[in-house]
């Protein structure tokens, strides 16, 4: 079974801070894919990031940037230059390519940005 | 702009109802799932479907039923709603990007409220 642990149920920092996020995560799998959501409380899911198993190169999107460690089975996600827009529940989450590709997720890490 | 669209919104029905929360999309993706969200805000997959007339059970047991007649509708449906059905209902779907990227993409959630 495939399984993704956030141990931060809720961090904060001050606006233009940097944060990291963790993530860890179990599979069996050689090639999977990693992820990182973003749902405001508008509830709609947004992809922030993600990072494909076999690449050992971390990804970046503008202020976000993923620290991927293959062995350790950790991928945690840095905001840089923090902003008010980025309060919300971040998600980490695995998907396997084998089978109906699911999606499993993390418990969630709530993230305020405050003035 | 998402593709993939829910109704309701949101829903307040009482103990005993029949429901079903609607879910299209208009990418034409074969793999469909429902994901629900409990007010903890984790995600758990509890159904989801390869392609027309495929309908497989996720990883949280759920009361709930879903079809899949056509590749762009996928209904959920309680036969009788009880409170502990109360939740946010996600769907999404997803393709293989030319990338290499599995993409998946979330409609807005139903928020059903069962009292």
């Known amino acids: ?115 | 702009e998402a593709d993939i669209y829910q109704t309701p919104r949101y829903l307040v029905i009482g103990t005993g109802k029949k429901i079903t929360l609607e879910c299209s999309q208009t990418m034409g993706h074969d793999k469909m799932y429902w994901y629900q969200q409990d007010p903890g805000m984790e995600l758990h997959l509890i159904h989801y479907s390869y392609g027309v007339n495929s309908t497989e059970k996720g990883d949280l047991s759920s009361e709930s039923t879903v079809s899949r007649i056509r590749t762009e509708h996928f209904p959920l449906t309680l036969e009788s709603a009880r409170p502990s059905h109360t939740s946010q209902y996600l769907c999404a779907s997803s393709e293989l990007l030319s990338s290499g990227f599995y993409g998946y993409t979330f409609g807005s959630g139903t928020r059903l409220t069962v009292v």
């Open chain 1, 1 to 115: 079974a495939q399984t993704v642990t956030q141990s931060q149920p809720e961090m904060s920092v001050q606006e233009a801070e940097t944060v990291t996020l963790s993530c860890t995560y179990d599979t069996s799998e050689n090639n999977y894919y990693l992820f990182w959501y973003k749902q405001p409380p508008s509830r709609q899911m947004i992809l922030v990031i993600r990072q494909e198993a076999y690449k050992q190169q971390n990804a970046t999107e503008n202020r976000f940037s993923v620290n991927f460690q293959k062995a350790a089975k950790s991928f945690s996600l840095k905001i840089s230059d923090s902003q008010l827009g980025d309060t919300a529940m971040y998600f980490c989450a695995l998907l396997s390519i084998q089978g109906a590709q699911k999606l499993v997720f993390g418990q969630g890490t709530r993230l305020t940005i405050n003035p």
